[in-house]
């Protein structure tokens, strides 16, 4: 059974930045492909990172590239998503998800095998 627990999240200014964290339990961690979504109120979930199991590939979502960074410790078995400068158009709720299998769909949330149960990044202006 695998299990992801975010945390990290919270009430922000625009201008901060937050570090989100994933811990995946259950199976081995560099096995999987992990990604992070986010869901704002009244929009789809969509895409914002994704990280090879290695580590040695990062994706971005062009809303968050350049402000944003990827990361993996496999060791510890977490996935972090660093964001800087946040807007207010940040707010929703992250989830991190993790996928079993490298495809080249990894922005297509209906291909990942597991989900976190999402921690609020709330941005205020």
């Known amino acids: 059974q695998v299990q992801l627990v975010e945390s990290g999240g919270g009430l922000v200014q625009a201008g901060d930045s937050v570090r989100l964290s994933c811990a995946l339990s259950?199976?081995?961690?560099?096995?999987?492909?992990m990604g992070w979504f986010r869901q704002a109120p009244g929009k789809e979930r969509e895409f914002v990172a994704a990280?090879?199991?290695?580590?040695?590939?990062?994706y971005y979502a062009d809303s968050v590239k350049g402000r944003s960074t990827i990361s993996r410790d496999n060791a510890r078995n977490t996935v972090y998503l660093q964001m800087n400068s946040l807007k207010p158009e940040d707010t929703a709720v992250y989830y991190c998800?993790?996928?079993?299998?490298?495809?080249?769909?990894?922005?297509?949330?209906?291909?990942?095998?597991?989900w976190g149960q999402g921690t609020q990044v709330t941005v205020s202006s």
């Open positions: 998800a993790a996928l079993t299998r490298w495809t080249s769909l990894y922005r297509d949330y209906s291909q990942y095998n597991y």
């Open positions: 259950g199976r081995t961690f560099s096995n999987y492909l």
């Open positions: 990280i090879s199991g290695s580590g040695g590939y990062v």
